[in-house]
Antibody, heavy 121, light 111 residues
Framework: QITLKESGPTLVKPTQTLTLTCTFS??????????MGWIRQPPGKALEWLGF???????RYSPSLRSRVTITKGTSKNQVVLIMTNLDPVDTATYYC?????????????WGQGTLVTVSS | QSVLTQPPSVSGAPGQRVTISCTGS?????????VQWYQQLPGTAPKVLIY???NRPSGVPDRFSGSNSGTSASLAITGLQAEDEAEYFC???????????FGGGTKLAVL
């Protein structure tokens, strides 16, 4: 059974750096085809893909956020970390970590519960 | 402004059929990249309803179906039920952006 859970600060000041951790179980990030990603959703708005890290350590980022976002594997084998720099109030959103599978198709099949991050002074 | 365009809202009575459109372009749906559909109940994370254009994960009722045509995709829900009231998002890949793209979401109201 695959589970994902995000953790990190709920309130961050403008210009600060956000670090969120996704702790997962039920799979290995070294299994071929597996990817872990981050997606966010401002209150009442649409989903926005931030980036993925894949089983082979390859990384892909949203072009609009590439300069501010880093996704890495955590110090623990079952963790993935999102680092976002220079936060602004428009970055206020629920941040989800997500598991991507590739069978006949590649798609996000599991989501964390999400964590609301508010950017405010 | 989302790369994939969805109507903000649709509605239907219990038992009816509704469709939700997702309009893209030649760099995403029109290029043959697959479309996924996600259902998001209030206060919860999205859940995949359709993957690979028209495939349902186990546990998703066959009342939900997906289709594609040209640069657009559609989600059809038949036999509408009160529990279907949620927001629905389409998602694909865009080659010019080299990444995943989502629609703006459609809120379904069951009257």
């Amino acid at each position: 059974q695959i589970t994902l859970k995000e953790s990190g600060p709920t309130l961050v000041k403008p210009t600060q750096t956000l670090t969120l951790t996704c702790t997962f179980s039920g799979f290995s990030l070294t299994t071929s085809g597996v990817g872990m990603g981050w997606i966010r959703q401002p209150p009442g708005k649409a989903l926005e893909w931030l980036g993925f890290i894949y089983w082979n350590d390859e990384k892909r980022y949203s072009p609009s956020l590439r300069s501010r976002v880093t996704i890495t594997k955590g110090t623990s084998k079952n963790q993935v970390v999102l680092i976002m720099t220079n936060l602004d109030p428009v970055d206020t959103a629920t941040y989800y970590c997500a598991h991507r599978t590739c069978t006949s198709s590649c798609f996000i099949d599991y989501w964390g519960q999400g964590t609301l991050v508010t950017v405010s002074s | 402004q989302s790369v994939l365009t969805q109507p903000p809202s649709v509605s239907g009575a219990p038992g009816q059929r509704v469709t939700i459109s997702c309009t893209g372009s030649s760099s995403n749906i029109g290029a043959g990249y697959e479309v996924q559909w996600y259902q998001q109940l209030p206060g919860t994370a999205p859940k995949v309803l359709i993957y690979g254009n028209n495939n349902r994960p186990s546990g998703v009722p066959d009342r939900f179906s997906g289709s594609n045509s040209g640069t657009s995709a559609s989600l059809a829900i038949t036999g509408l039920q009160a529990e279907d009231e949620a927001e629905y998002f389409c998602q694909s890949y865009d080659s010019s952006l080299s990444g995943l793209v989502f629609g703006g979401g459609t809120k379904l109201a069951v009257l």
